[in-house]
């Protein structure tokens, strides 16, 4: 089946460090890929998304390359700040019928001064 | 861009009573709306879909008379937890996707069910 796989976190990290959260994913087709990010008490936001291989989303100083041989989409920034504290979502989707959205668990990033 | 509300923001009920959750797409149409379920530091759950003007497609586990769902226009979906148990309580979170952008959902900032 289809699924999206995760870096447990959280993640902690001072200010100004690197930041990777790692994505990968097992599909049955090709499907477009999102990073959502969800700040402390609020509704999830699209952060990034690439819907074909070699893509590169980017938005905010966060990237990710869609990798078809490794099947990875993994998300990073050069230098994080601690207002980038939340939890991030990898997701997939395919093109057509409902569009249903597939999960990853969650990565929580906590960015310390 | 494209915003998504959910109303109310959070609910305390007693055991037994039915609570209504509405998701509005504000400023574009959605075609298909999606209600999601959040439990604590957990991904979300994907409960059902629903269309404008047809039966939601219900997500396997999910009972359909349990969690009522209408999409009655472009702009309006709404959940009806029916006759909610302590086990209810969760985040629940909808999302709208456009009618010309199929693969981007916007999400609503999520309704936060206690149960008492």
């Known amino acids: 089946g289809n699924s999206v796989t995760q870096m447990e976190g959280p993640v902690t990290l001072s200010e100004e460090a690197f930041l990777t959260i790692n994505c990968t994913y097992t599909a049955t087709g090709y499907p477009s890929l999102f990073w959502y990010v969800q700040y402390p008490g609020e509704g999830l936001q699209l952060l990034l998304k690439?819907?074909?291989?070699?893509d590169k989303g980017s938005n905010k100083g966060f990237e990710a390359t869609y990798r078809k041989e490794t099947t990875s989409f993994h998300l990073e920034k050069g230098s994080v700040q601690v207002s980038d504290s939340a939890v991030y979502f990898c997701a997939l989707t395919f093109s057509g019928g409902y569009n249903k959205l597939i999960f990853g668990a969650g990565t929580r990033l906590a960015v310390h001064p | 861009g494209a915003v998504v509300s959910q109303h109310p923001s959070r609910v305390i009920c007693k055991s037994g009573t039915s609570v209504k959750i509405e998701c509005r797409s504000l400023?574009?149409?959605?075609?298909?709306m999606f209600w999601y379920r959040q439990f604590p530091k957990k991904s979300l759950m994907l409960m059902a879909t629903s269309n404008e003007g047809s039966k939601a497609t219900y997500e396997q586990g999910v009972e359909k008379d349990k969690f009522l769902i209408n999409h009655a226009s472009l702009t309006l979906s709404t959940l009806t937890v029916t006759s909610a148990h302590p086990e209810d309580s969760s985040f629940y979170i909808c999302?709208?996707?456009?009618?010309?952008?199929?693969?981007?959902?916007?999400f609503g900032p999520g309704t936060r069910l206690l149960v008492l």
């Open positions: 400023d574009f149409q959605a075609t298909t």
């Open positions: 999302s709208a996707r456009e009618m010309t952008r199929r693969e981007t959902q916007y």
């Open positions: 690439a819907t074909k291989a070699d």
